[in-house]
């Protein structure tokens, strides 16, 4: 059971650059999240998927795009990327709905992006 | 709207002293609390949750968290740290009965343990 997986681990792009940063499941969870972590700033959320087939804008939008591919896999895309998205990017995921009360989420270990 | 206010951005402590890490948070409906950890160069793992029944809720490596409703905190408790305890912890409230229970965080506490 590998959990959450996020690949790549780390990525140095130039302003203007696209990537997209890939995250997966194995625990057969239906909500799906992308979180930004800068100093002092917490985790601040991207986008996420309350389900396979949905996703829905978070605190901070703007610059990324997200496809929830099925359910074990949620991309995350730059489409041009500026110095402002240098950050550490976080995958998580959770039960969601859930008649059994589990509703903390599993984090993966993070892709850590400089863009210069 | 809820909010997670950690009321200390850093907290030194030597080890086998005991610490609290102290969480207040504002909401207009019932939550559910989460303490997260986070190890150097890690993604985060749940430390404890509580969901309801008893407001003193015990999690792994010795912490404990007790729900205090009238004054909407949730503070983190140690008797004592090991310098392994080293890490950042984060506060975090989920809305009961929300559609995709979207956590906020608050923006942590560095806990440094010195020998």
């Known amino acids: 059971n590998a959990g959450v997986t996020q690949t790549p681990k780390f990525q140095v792009l130039k302003t203007g650059q696209s990537m997209t940063l890939q995250c997966a499941q194995d625990?057969?969870?239906?909500?799906m999240y992308w979180y930004r972590q800068d100093p002092g700033m917490g985790l601040r959320l991207i986008y996420y998927s309350a389900s396979e087939g949905t996703t829905d804008k978070g605190e901070v939008p703007n610059g990324y795009n997200v496809s929830r591919l099925n359910k074990r896999e949620f991309s995350l895309r730059l489409e041009s990327a500026a110095p402002s998205q240098t950050s550490v990017y976080f995958c998580a995921s959770s039960e969601g709905r859930t008649v059994t009360g589990s509703y903390e989420q599993y984090f993966g270990p993070g892709t850590r992006l400089t863009v210069t | 709207a809820q909010s997670v206010t950690q009321l200390d951005s850093q907290v030194p402590v030597f080890e086998e002293a005991p610490v609290e890490l102290r969480c207040n948070y504002s909401?207009?409906?019932?939550?559910?609390l989460f303490w997260y950890v986070q190890y150097p160069n890690q993604g985060l793992q749940l430390l404890l949750k509580y969901l309801s029944g008893s407001t003193l809720v015990k999690g792994i490596n010795g912490f404990e968290a007790e729900f205090n409703k009238s004054q909407t905190s949730f503070h983190l408790r140690k008797p004592s740290v090991h310098i392994s305890d080293t890490a950042e912890y984060f506060c975090?409230?989920?809305?009961?009965?929300?559609?995709?229970?979207?956590?906020?965080f608050g923006r942590g506490t560095s806990l440094i343990v010195h020998p």
């Open positions: 625990m057969n969870h239906n909500s």
């Open positions: 975090a409230v989920t809305r009961r009965g929300g559609g995709s229970y979207i956590p906020t």
């Open positions: 909401s207009s409906v019932s939550v559910y």
